[in-house]
């Protein structure tokens, strides 16, 4: 079974190793839709979320791993810096895999130059960025066309819109890991796999300028990516601790207290990431 090769515990001996981990995982899943489903008329028009299925299937082991050795971690720490302290190589486990995901889907998406391997993703993007004509935007941002800057709003508008998004992501992560702990790697797998889609837009689907496209949305990108995944820790590790304690144990109130503290260094990340979004990035690639 491939998702159990690579051990779970290289994360421990150094964060940066999972980048190959993300690079394995997130080639496999979309060769592998390349390869299967494309072919079929019917599963071709879901390629997108097929691509972060089997992109998850791969993760689980590795997530469920680190979210149950935390929870042990974290009924024996207590404070802000020691919190951060404890959890700070997981999630930076967690970036490295994250990383690894964005930049094989970048590459490979604009390798193959099948534009229905992310047909949901350029969708989302297009909400996004072009809420009133989705349609043409999706038709516009195929292999064929060449394309300019969409429009923009008030920058006061835009980093509330922005916020508004990430903490609802941010949300919809922490309720997917209380559900089921390791279950949060669907949404950030999902916003790897958006990532990438908007980085073949901004570099008109040339793979030399992949760098350029990763730097261009990894300035604000990456402290985006960490509130997630410390949100994700938080309610995984919470759920792991009502089921070891349950909710009359000293040890659990440690843990909510220490959930807590992660929660609100998400919400300060994620300020920030709006912030550099609205204010730095459009200097630096203006």
């Not at 802000?80 to 959890?87: A, G, I, M, S």
């Not at 006061?156 to 790697?185: C, K, Q």
Request: charged share 15%.
């Amino acid at each position: 079974m491939i998702e159990m090769i690579i051990n779970p515990k290289a994360a421990e001996k150094g964060p940066w190793k999972m980048f190959f981990v993300g690079l394995i995982y997130a080639s496999l899943s979309l060769l592998l839709v390349k390869w299967f489903f494309s072919p079929d008329v019917v599963l071709s028009k879901f390629s997108g979320m097929i691509v972060v299925t089997f992109c998850v299937m791969f993760s689980l082991p590795f997530m469920y791993f680190v979210i149950k050795r935390e929870e042990a971690e974290d009924e024996q720490v207590e404070g802000f810096l020691d919190v951060w302290k404890v959890h700070s190589d997981a999630i930076f486990a967690f970036m490295w895999l994250f990383l690894g995901f964005v930049v094989a889907f970048s590459f490979w998406h604009i390798v193959i130059g099948d534009t229905n391997l992310f047909n949901a993703q350029v969708e989302t993007y297009c909400m996004i960025n072009n809420p009133g004509n989705i349609e043409d935007c999706v038709h516009k941002y195929n292999f064929d066309q060449k394309f300019g800057p969409t429009g923009s709003i008030t920058k006061e508008m835009r980093f509330l819109s922005i916020l508004e998004n990430n903490v609802f992501v941010m949300i919809f992560t922490l309720i997917f890991s209380l559900i089921f702990g390791a279950g949060a790697i669907f949404v950030l797998a999902w916003n790897a796999s958006v990532i990438a889609a908007a980085i073949g837009i901004f570099t008109q689907y040339k793979v030399m300028e992949i760098p350029m496209g990763l730097l261009r949305y990894m300035v604000h990108g990456f402290p985006e990516i960490a509130a997630y995944f410390t949100t994700a820790l938080a309610g995984g590790i919470f759920g792991v601790g009502i089921l070891r304690n349950g909710i009359r144990n000293r040890k659990f109130l440690r843990v909510l207290e220490n959930t807590v503290i992660l929660l609100f260094i998400s919400i300060m990340i994620l300020i920030v990431a709006a912030a550099l979004e609205v204010y730095l990035t459009p200097i630096l690639f203006s």
